[in-house]
């Protein structure tokens, strides 16, 4: 069995792009419209010649509760069955009150966390980023899923976690 990798973190903040970049395939959905409903799909990858699954979520669809509920029940999922999870936020947006919900889940879940500070497409953000250690799960890995930027240092980190 491998280990596993999830993916967790509010919509359009880039997971699925990012999975890509993981896997070096186009196979996880890219949405330009967030709120799409799409089930977790695990995908195996390897980084350095380790082998692991890496789960992608989302299809956060806000129900009676909201959407910070909605996506803290997904994540609550997905944290379950992972050995170690990897939370997007976005660079450029900052710590979300969803964000925060999300680290209370990471809290009690109380399984590695690797924070990637998605979107920092460029030396600027790169440096807001240091802004996320506000979060309270550890440093913050600048990371341009788009672009590939810096997405070798986040596989390091995930994998040293494993
Ligand atoms: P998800 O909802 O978290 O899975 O986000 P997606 O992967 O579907 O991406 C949402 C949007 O953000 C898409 O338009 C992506 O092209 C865009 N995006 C993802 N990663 C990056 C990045 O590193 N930089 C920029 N500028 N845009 C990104
Ligand atoms: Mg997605």
Redesign the pocket.
């Known amino acids: 069995v491998l280990p596993i990798v999830a993916v967790v973190?509010r919509?359009?903040?880039?997971?699925?792009?990012?999975v890509n970049r993981i896997i070096g395939r186009r196979e996880?959905?890219?949405?330009?419209v967030?709120g799409v409903t799409r089930d977790r799909v695990s995908y195996k990858a390897n980084w350095n010649g380790r082998e692991f699954t890496v789960v992608?979520t989302?299809g956060w669809l806000p129900d009676s509760r909201g959407l910070a509920a909605a996506i803290a029940e997904q994540a609550k999922l997905a944290v379950e069955l992972a050995d170690v999870v990897l939370f997007?936020v976005d660079a450029n947006v900052g710590a979300t009150d969803i964000d925060e919900a999300v680290v209370e889940i990471l809290r009690r879940a109380k399984k590695p966390v690797v924070l990637a500070a998605?979107?920092?497409?460029d030396t600027r953000t790169e440096l807001e980023a240091t802004a996320l250690w506000s979060l309270g799960v550890g440093e913050p890995m600048p990371?341009?899923?788009?672009?590939g930027r810096s997405s070798g240092d986040l596989l390091d980190r995930v994998l040293e976690s494993l």
Not at 143 to 147: C, D, K, M, T, Y
Request: charged share 20%; net charge negative.
């Open positions: 973190g919509p359009n903040v880039g997971k699925s792009t990012l996880a959905v890219v949405e330009d967030p992608d989302g997007v998605n979107k920092a497409d990371v341009s899923a788009l672009h």
